[in-house]
């Protein structure tokens, strides 16, 4: 009997020991399910919200930029033909010159002196023309002496024969001394040339660029001109020379508008236009480009040669259309797409759609807001400046909310 009371009061106590852990536990259980449960509810009922443009109208201009040098509309390197010493240098930097003005004088003490042998043997060429010339004189009136005494028998016909060579050799002979005459004359005109030429004068008004000489310096042009001067026209007219993209080509016409921009002048805008685009393609790391000449005026002088200039050529120029942001275009919603959900109602999964290509058409979809959802439409696209892009196309009209991208996306 005392071993089952013993029994009995073991089994009550652990009874009591189950009851009071029990509770516990079934509260936790509930608490966690109904936290997953508000959890789970919440993130699908999330709604995500969207950063958005308007639907413009305005101008659009498509341009074209490419990067060039500023040159000088006309310049000319000024050299010397002759090899001697510069006794004076006439001009300096940045001097204004006209035609035919001195820039540099070359020592003429060599070449005073070889005018003036050339001029001495001009005169004993010249001297020796007119010794044939008695010559000639001589044996003709001999020839004729003896042509006369053979009528008469008075001279024998080998007598004859010997006057009649000695003629042609006398006619010969000032033939000869004419020529050598005439070369010694070319001779003195090229030492009077040389002469000139050493005196070096600008081949044309401007302005002085560059000077690379000093008086003093020995000049050699034995195997090429030596450059002395670099003379620009006037600088208030200048070409910048940019190198234009093999893919943006197409777009650049002659006569079409440009502006441009220096690091000299920030913040300032230059005109040009575009006077020349040349053929031959020039090719840098695989980069083929096409120089385009753009005509400049700079009337202030602000502008230098040398310097390095940003162009925008404007291809396109398009007044009082509908534009939207590129962004728009390139905008799709995210999608939810759900996995198989665990046992403890597991996580979901998320991917964005890619983004649509153009139809065949042209057309392309962008959204718009409505009721806080991005609703699709259909639009054809046109010429785009890389920020905005022209409608053709679409049920779209000024003022309409873009959707451009998602502020916050559901959990």
Known sequence: MNNENTVAGILAAATVRRSRWRWPVVGVMVLAVAALTWWWLAGDAAAPSYRTAEVTRGELVVSVSATGTLQPLNSVDVGSELSGTIAKVEVDFNDRVEAGQ????????????????????????????????????????????????????????????KARAAFERARAGEAMAKAQAAQARAAVDAQE????????????????????????????????????????????RMELVVAV????????????????????????????????????????????????????????LALMPGMTATADIVSTRLEDVLLVPN??????????????????????????IPPKAREPDGRQTIYILQDGAPVPVNIRPGASDGRNTQVLAGDLSPGAALVIDVLSKPK
């Open 102 to 161: 001195v820039l540099a004088r070359l020592d003429r003490e060599l070449l005073d002196a070889r005018l003036v042998e050339a001029r001495a043997t001009l005169r004993a060429a010249e001297a020796k023309v007119r010794e044939a010339a008695a010559t000639v004189t001589e044996t003709r009136l001999a020839l004729k002496r003896c042509e006369d005494l053979v009528v008469r028998q008075m001279c024998a016909q080998s007598d004859l024969d």
């Open 193 to 236: 040339t040389n002469l000139r030429k050493s005196v070096i004068r600008a081949p044309m008004g401007g302005i002085v660029l560059n000077r690379q000489v000093e008086a003093g310096q020995t000049v050699a042009a034995s195997f090429q001109t030596p450059v002395l001067f670099t003379l620009a026209d006037d600088l208030a």
């Open 245 to 300: 993209d093999e893919a943006d080509i197409g777009q650049v016409r002659t006569g079409q508008s440009a502006t441009f921009t220096v690091d000299a002048h920030p913040g300032r805008s230059f005109k040009a236009e575009v006077k020349q685009i040349r053929q031959a393609p020039k090719t840098v790391e695989g980069v083929v480009t096409y120089e385009t000449v753009l005509s400049v005026s700079n009337d202030d």
């Open 327 to 352: 962004t728009a275009l390139r905008f799709t919603p995210p999608v939810e797409v759900q996995t198989s959900r665990p046992m403890f109602m597991g996580a979901q999964r998320r991917a964005k």
